[in-house]
């Protein structure tokens, strides 16, 4: 049982510090507003809610995000964001995996969470995250609106850019980290478990 606690705290912190690593690897894709960033740190989150649990998953995105606070240019608001929708991943993802651990459940579990991180998306960004950008770091809806527009000029409202924009591109984030999950997890299940696994 100790040697099991030992191994779930080494594979976790191992996990976080790839999570951070990843984090710092992000990108613009030119189909969406230039502040918003592709990178892949939801991956260790997901294989640690596959190979401990759901809330070692959550555990993940929290201090994978509580270190990403102290270089944030985002006034901690993109780290809340990131927390929220990673944690909603994971935790389902690893949820319905944790009931039956087929490869089949993988995939099922995964595209669910994808699918429930990018629904959240919407009432999140839309209530949440996006009036913290107006109100914390003083960037004017309108500005937002423009960046969108700029690449949608029919685009008449925050709601219907979230819905158009936001909410795909989250998906798809997920469903890459979970395709990725699904061909380096098996390797790397005796790292993280043990012998036993």
Known sequence: MKNKKVRVLTGTAMLTAVAVVLQYIEFSIPIIP?????????????????????????????????????????????????????????ATAGFLYKKNKTKKRAVAAGFAGAAVMAVVSLPLNFFVIYPLYYSVLGFPETAVLNMYQAILPSVENIFQALLLFNVPFTFAKALLCALVSMMIYKPLSPLLKGKQS
């Open 34 to 90: 230039s502040f918003i960033k592709l990178d892949f740190s939801d991956l260790p989150e997901l294989i640690g809610a596959f190979a401990y649990g759901p809330a070692t998953g959550v555990i993940i995105a929290l201090l994978k995000n509580l270190i990403h606070m102290a270089v944030s240019q985002s006034g901690f608001v993109g780290e809340l964001s990131n927390f929220v929708l990673g944690a909603c991943f994971a």
